[in-house]
């Protein structure tokens, strides 16, 4: 199957009416989308709210993600110091978990079925030069009086068929089904009175209106959330880089094997390292290890992933998965799917003005769970609605107008595919080293 093993969508109902204006116009059903909308309408009952997507809600990276909601934005806590300074890195972090829980809250407020389950995340490592990565970041946060502890292998949870040499381990974190989150953020937007109007591609964005498959709609004020599908607006906002990342599922593991397997999420140390975490129905997902640029034609709405493209990253998370326990070489891999995440070329998303009236967010670089949900909030918050004062906090570095410019196409796009195979290869030496030092 090339589709997640999330509960399957009910079709979402037609428009309300056929409006084409509104007082605020949102452009993308996901995470931030939806979350900017039900904040407004909480702020402020019977504005006019009207969400375009070119699919369904979800159906970009907020429902193909893999359901790890930690706190992590840009890059690790001891280079974002020599890069911003100490005061905005201790910042950056405590938005990050406020981030996640404002999430949390936000799920218990609207009463969202989403399988969530609370819990840590570990950022493990299986070389030396990965600890020693792992150490210099463990100090970083003790001197900028922040609790993230480093532990020896020997503390971390189970891993019976690998040597963990060290982690660091994340309090708070937690796992979902992130396509019920958004499916959940969409009901309670709608109930609140937001309009969503599927089906719906955007071609252009301008000041005061945009330019629909279905005809123009006016708008006050514009908020263009659609993450790795901005490249055909041509927003001023920089260089959004659209990759392609990938995803399995296994059959519900036997409860035997269950009990050497972590039930925390764990990430391997490095650039698109690959990562899991267990569901509440037993099963193992794996993401990451490998990241393909788009092909051409892959647009939207986003159509089923080319499986002769994609079949190396799949097997790659399969090989890695068998690493970790000789059990799992037993286990169906029943699910596999890919999402299309954005990256700019510094690690840090955008959150600012594209023009007047219209506002932009994304290039989450595939960390953006809890990060789009707060986004949407902030937005919402401070620069959509009337009742709110503007201006982005100036300590933290992504809320800014655009991200570097990057050559991504001509003679630059080959070149790009060769970095991005340069770091799968990396990451598929280094799960071949570390079982075969745990072998030996």
């Not at 506002?359 to 919402?380: D, E, I, K, P, R």
Request: with cysteine; glycine share 12%; hydrophobic share 40%.
């Amino acid at each position: 199957m090339t589709e997640p093993p999330w509960r399957a969508a009910p079709p979402e109902p037609p428009p309300r009416d056929d409006r084409d204006g509104a007082d605020v116009v949102i452009v993308g059903a996901g995470l931030t989308g939806l979350s900017a909308a039900l904040h407004l309408l909480r702020a402020e009952p019977g504005l006019d709210v009207l969400i375009l997507d070119a699919g369904q809600p979800g159906s970009g990276a907020s429902g193909h993600g893999t359901g790890l909601l930690g706190p992590r934005i840009g890059p690790p806590v001891d280079l974002a110091r020599r890069r911003f300074g100490d005061d905005t890195a201790r910042a950056v972090y405590a938005f990050s978990t406020a981030a996640v829980a404002r999430v949390l809250a936000l799920i218990a407020e609207s009463g969202i079925d989403c399988d969530l389950t609370a819990g840590a995340q570990e950022i493990v490592a299986r070389t030396e030069a990965d600890a020693a990565r792992l150490r210099s970041r463990a100090r970083a946060y003790a001197e900028l009086g922040i609790e993230v502890p480093l532990l020896p292998g020997s503390e971390l949870a189970p891993y019976p068929d690998v040597a963990y040499l060290a982690g660091l381990r994340y309090p708070s974190a937690a796992t979902l089904d992130p396509a019920a989150l958004t499916r959940g953020l969409a009901d309670a937007a709608r109930a609140a009175g937001a309009r969503i109007r599927p089906g719906t591609l955007v071609r252009e964005v301008h000041p005061g209106r945009v330019s629909t498959s279905t005809g123009p709609v006016r708008a006050r004020k514009i908020l263009v959330a659609v993450n790795g599908y901005a490249d055909h607006l041509r927003l001023p906002v920089g260089t959004m880089l659209p990759l392609r990342v990938h995803a399995i599922a296994t059959a519900p593991l036997p409860v035997g094997v269950l009990d050497g397997v972590a039930r925390t999420a764990v990430i391997e140390h490095g650039d698109l390292a690959p990562y899991y975490r267990l569901t509440p129905d037993r099963r193992l997902i794996a993401g990451g290890g490998r990241a393909l640029l788009p092909a051409r034609g892959d647009g939207l709405p986003p159509g089923p992933a080319d499986d002769t493209r994609h079949a190396p990253a799949w097997r790659f998370l399969t090989g890695w998965l068998h690493t970790l326990h000789p059990a799992l070489r037993d286990i169906e891999v029943t699910h596999r799917w890919s999402g299309r995440i954005a990256m700019t070329g510094d690690g840090l998303p955008v959150v600012g003005r594209a023009a007047p009236g219209v506002w932009y967010a994304g290039g989450c670089g595939g960390h953006g769970l809890a990060l789009s949900v707060a986004t949407g909030a902030y937005l919402a918050e401070h620069h959509l609605g009337d009742r709110a004062p503007g201006g982005a906090p100036a300590s933290l570095p992504w809320h800014r107008d655009r991200a570097p410019r990057l050559p991504v196409g001509g003679l630059a796009r080959p070149l790009l595919g060769g970095y991005l195979a340069t770091l799968a290869a990396r990451a598929e030496r280094k799960a071949r080293e570390g079982a075969g030092a745990q072998r030996a």
